[in-house]
Structure formats: structure tokens, C-alpha cells
């Protein structure tokens, strides 16, 4: 195939791109600019290498889901977030928590999807059920686990581990998927 095939090939698939496949990449774009966007604006002073690194890294998302572009982006706004940020719980490091969620279920839906299909209803249904508890469960997560740290609480990593992977298991089920072979 030719480059002008190639391109020709492109536009017609961007032309004929759905609805819910722009939807999915219109909240990546704008939840990964909050990811990138909050912790710089924080108090913990973010390094000045991760928005240069980040913001590149969205635009590859954006573009390609599909891609590694998506789990680079992820680890460097988390790596950026683990190096400076508090041990204590303030409303930057919640609202990029959710940030970060929300950036990797639109990811994961988008990354499914080639650019020109069209998406039902249903399907964006099964996509936004486990994503709204994943945005309610991520902040009380972190909310339980700073009381516990808070308390002293002896095995409180077991008990914030614990926690996670219960969120994890909801999510799991609220997305519809089984435990065996179907």
C-alpha cells in the first residue's frame, strides 16, 4: 500500500469516525489535561520533566489508544505524583486520582474500538456503569486509607490493599464479566 493509499485510507476513517468513539477520546484528552494540569498547579511543586513528558504522551493517546502511548502517559503522571506528593490527603491529589482512573477506562474503551465504528447505546452503557462506581470507589479508597493510616491501625497496608482489591471485584462485576468460561 502506497503513502497516498495509506492516506486516503485515514481520512476516510476519520471521516466516518462514531460518535461514541469521539466521545471516548474528547474524555481522555480532557481528563489526561487534568491529570497532567492539577499536579502542577498543587502545592508539592510537580517536576518540570513530567508535563514535557505528559503532554506529548496525550496527544499519542488521544490519537492512538491503542497504543503504548496510554500506559507511559498513566505510569509518568503517577511516577510525577509519587515522587513529590504528600503523605496527607488534600483535594489535588483526589482529583487526580480520578483523573487518572477516568483516563485509563476512556483509554480502555477507545482502545477496543476501531476509529470509524459506530458504538450503541448498550455498549457505552456497559463502559459508563463501571466507570461511575470506579470514580466513586477510587476517593473513598483513598479516604479509608488515610484514616487508617491516620489511626495506626497495625496492618494497614493489608487493610488499604484489601480495600483496593474489592474495588477492584465490584468493578470487575458491574462491567459484566464472569468468573468462568461461559
Given at each position: 500500500?502506497?503513502?497516498?493509499?495509506?492516506?486516503?485510507?485515514?481520512?476516510?476513517?476519520?471521516?466516518?469516525?462514531?460518535?461514541?468513539?469521539?466521545?471516548?477520546?474528547?474524555?481522555?484528552?480532557?481528563?489526561?489535561?487534568?491529570?497532567?494540569?492539577?499536579?502542577?498547579?498543587?502545592?508539592?511543586?510537580?517536576?518540570?520533566?513530567?508535563?514535557?513528558?505528559?503532554?506529548?504522551?496525550?496527544?499519542?493517546?488521544?490519537?492512538?489508544?491503542?497504543?503504548?502511548?496510554?500506559?507511559v502517559?498513566?505510569?509518568?503522571?503517577?511516577?510525577?505524583?509519587?515522587?513529590?506528593?504528600?503523605?496527607e490527603?488534600?483535594?489535588?491529589?483526589v482529583?487526580?486520582?480520578?483523573?487518572?482512573?477516568?483516563?485509563?477506562?476512556?483509554?480502555?474503551?477507545?482502545?477496543?474500538?476501531?476509529?470509524?465504528?459506530?458504538?450503541?447505546?448498550r455498549?457505552?452503557?456497559?463502559?459508563?456503569?463501571?466507570?461511575?462506581?470506579?470514580?466513586i470507589?477510587?476517593?473513598?479508597?483513598?479516604?479509608?486509607?488515610?484514616?487508617?493510616?491516620?489511626?495506626?491501625?497495625?496492618?494497614?497496608?493489608?487493610?488499604?490493599?484489601?480495600?483496593?482489591?474489592?474495588?477492584?471485584?465490584?468493578?470487575?462485576?458491574?462491567?459484566?464479566?464472569?468468573?468462568?468460561?461461559?
Open positions: 500500500m502506497t503513502t497516498a493509499e495509506k492516506l486516503t485510507l485515514w481520512l476516510a476513517q476519520l471521516r466516518d469516525t462514531g460518535r461514541g468513539v469521539l466521545v471516548a477520546r474528547l474524555v481522555i484528552a480532557a481528563a489526561g489535561a487534568l491529570a497532567i494540569a492539577i499536579p502542577g498547579t498543587a502545592a508539592w511543586d510537580q517536576l518540570d520533566l513530567i508535563p514535557l513528558v505528559a503532554i506529548p504522551l496525550l496527544a499519542a493517546t488521544v490519537i492512538l489508544p491503542d497504543s503504548l502511548a496510554g500506559v502517559l498513566l505510569l509518568t503522571v503517577t511516577l510525577g505524583w509519587l515522587i513529590r506528593a504528600p503523605a490527603l488534600s483535594w489535588q491529589l482529583l487526580t486520582a480520578i483523573a487518572v482512573v477516568v483516563t485509563h477506562l476512556a483509554t480502555a474503551f477507545a482502545a477496543q474500538l476501531p476509529s470509524y465504528v459506530r458504538v450503541e447505546r455498549a457505552v452503557r456497559r463502559w459508563v456503569v463501571p466507570g461511575a462506581i470506579a470514580l470507589i477510587a476517593p473513598l479508597v483513598a479516604i479509608a486509607a488515610a484514616l487508617v493510616k491516620g489511626a495506626d491501625v497495625p496492618g494497614s497496608l493489608l487493610v488499604t490493599v484489601g480495600a483496593l482489591v474489592l474495588a477492584t471485584i465490584t468493578i470487575w462485576f458491574a462491567a459484566g464479566q464472569r468468573l468462568g468460561r461461559d
